[in-house]
């Protein structure tokens, strides 16, 4: 019998875990933020629009949809799209970063069924996240987060994408989410969007990563992870979930302009599948786009191959290859062996993320924002 | 906690759940616990909808035709269903006898 994994490699005949982005527009401006958002595009999925992709996944039987952005709260139809998506059986995980839930918004998320709400934040203090996400960022999130609390919202999601200097906080970041009855979820750091930029000084170090995978051993348990740890499994026993790219397999991403994408980290031309405009809309892309066709054909473990740890790791991720210019056969640039540092010294160039909603530069550099943003 | 599907009795499936057929099976996603599950043998996806129709399981899997070195596998996923809340008991065994 084939084991779960290699039919999962095959692909399914719906995604699992689809991400939506619904805008591009954000009010804040994170350095690491995997979609470049911050202004609307004007060809962004209207309202029938959105409600029409609802109703095909309906159809698909997605069980539920990653909503996002941007900050997904800004579009003005919000609630009218959740609710169709609620209602009708597609249960909805919206990450936001809580600038607008106040006591009504808290009520009216509370009341609805089929929802979960994802805060993110990046550190356990305000100076550690507001580095990444802006000066005020945290209070923002925190009013949320007691908002929430307030209105008898349940177990919310405390979302943390782990960074250099974050990750000696997760176990006050378990104690916050605890103090509210709710669940940490952390994220590996990928260099798509904005964070192609940050990525190599927030990326954890190799002793860090370490600590992480022993961590997550201990802890993995209490944590929500997305299975997005699995290059961490050639240190030894696996971390639990799933030891695979799910890209254009069991994952995909449908943008706001909605444009399908193989994975929510990898926002450009190359692993663009198509558009929910298209003749035959979403499922038409995920059943016959040639680059999902492509991404189920079984993978060559390439430069890996003479590697002991290749099944423990599966080579990887492969936005974070592709971003840091490595090749998409070869090791990742994480890779606990030390295989991808010598990888990413042989790189000369890396492909540049061919999306940015970034809003204008200027307020970027005027953001408490300790890294160099080397942009073009 | 095992739970012995031959101690269940009448069984079906939560209606809360959905079945979404797959090649190598199904999908089966809990709305309320939102856990997700795999149903990896085609037949066990048939097993879990005519669960309602029957008594138990075994009366289930004779109705279908289950070959017997199935039988122990499919028993053993009905308890793993079970205690994921997939499968649940229920209380109308008069009418289905």
């Not at chain 1, 009010?27 to 629009?49: A, F, I, K, Q, Y």
Request: with cysteine; charged share 20%.
């Amino acid at each position: 019998m084939t084991t779960l994994a290699d039919q999962m490699k095959r692909g399914l005949d719906a995604p699992i875990c689809l991400t939506w982005e619904l805008t591009y527009a954000c009010n804040l401006d994170c350095v690491h933020c995997l979609s470049s958002s911050g202004r609307r595009d004007p060809r962004e999925l209207t309202t029938d629009e959105a409600i029409a992709v609802i109703d095909e996944l309906r159809r698909m039987q997605v069980f539920y949809v990653n909503i996002g952005g941007g900050e997904p709260m800004l579009r003005r139809d919000f609630f009218t799209i959740i609710d169709h998506a609620t209602t009708s059986g597609v249960g909805v995980k919206f990450s936001t970063n809580g600038t607008y839930i106040d006591t009504d918004a808290a009520r009216r998320l509370a009341a609805m069924d089929y929802l979960d709400v994802q805060i993110s934040i990046d550190g356990a203090d305000a100076a550690t996240n507001d580095l990444v996400r802006g000066q005020g960022s945290w209070d923002t999130a925190r009013r949320a987060m007691d908002a929430l609390a307030a209105a008898d919202f349940g177990e919310f999601k405390i979302s943390v994408v782990v960074t250099r200097e974050n990750v000696t906080q997760l176990d006050d970041l378990l104690t916050i989410a605890d103090s509210y009855g709710a669940q940490l979820r952390i994220t590996r750091l990928r260099p798509a969007g904005r964070g192609a930029d940050t990525w190599h000084q927030l990326h954890p170090t190799d002793a860090q990563q370490r600590d992480l995978y022993h961590w997550l051993l201990e802890r993995g348990d209490r944590v929500l992870t997305g299975d997005s740890f699995f290059h961490l499994n050639a240190l030894g026993d696996p971390l639990p979930g799933l030891n695979l790219c799910g890209a254009g397999r069991v994952v995909c991403l449908i943008d706001p302009v909605g444009d399908v994408y193989a994975c929510p980290f990898v926002i450009h031309d190359e692993f663009r599948a198509g558009n929910v405009r298209d003749p035959g809309g979403f499922a038409a892309v995920w059943n016959s786009s040639e680059l999902f066709a492509e991404l189920r054909e079984p993978g060559s473990a390439g430069a890996c191959a003479s590697c002991g740890a290749y099944d423990a790791c599966q080579g990887g991720c492969m936005a974070a290859k592709f971003f840091t210019g490595l090749p998409l056969d070869g090791p990742d640039p994480e890779c606990v062996s030390g295989h991808g540092a010598a990888a990413l010294a042989a790189a000369t160039t890396a492909p540049r993320p061919d999306q940015d909603h970034s809003r204008a530069r200027a307020h970027a550099a005027a953001a408490a924002v300790p890294v160099t943003l080397g942009r073009r | 906690m095992t739970v012995h599907t031959a101690t269940m009795g009448a069984l079906r499936l939560h209606p809360n759940v959905a079945l979404r057929p797959e090649p190598f099976g199904a999908l089966a996603y809990h709305y309320d616990t939102r856990r997700l599950v795999f149903l990896r043998h085609p037949q066990l996806v048939d097993v879990v909808h005519a669960l309602h129709e029957h008594t138990d399981l075994d009366t289930t899997m004779d109705a279908l035709d289950i070959a017997e070195t199935l039988r122990g596998p499919f028993q053993r996923a009905i308890a793993n269903l079970a205690e994921a809340g997939i499968v649940i008991t229920r209380d109308d065994e008069k009418d289905s006898s």
